[in-house]
């Protein structure tokens, strides 16, 4: 979890810096390329939620029980 908190914090940096652009007046080109690293980076971390939500229902108990698996899919599609 440690790596994901550190990668959404970067990109809570990030996003500050396109506000800061667009504020500034900076080359469209310039804040969508930084817009999309933002948009990259807090989608990995999503799927790094799930990733992990996954292995914690695969190594707890008995597995994952129909219920775990359609949550973690609906959470899965909905960053798709």
């Known amino acids: 979890m440690k790596a994901i908190i550190l990668r959404m914090k970067r990109a809570h940096g990030h996003l500050g810096s396109v506000i800061k652009m667009l504020e500034e007046g900076s080359e469209c080109e310039d804040v969508l390329t930084q817009l999309a690293a933002v948009n990259k980076a807090l989608s990995r971390s999503g799927f790094a939620i799930v990733s992990t939500g996954l ?10 029980s129909e219920a775990d698996i359609a949550k973690m899919e609906k959470l899965f599609l909905a960053l798709a």
């Open 55 to 64: 292995q914690h229902c695969l190594t707890d108990g008995d597995g994952p």
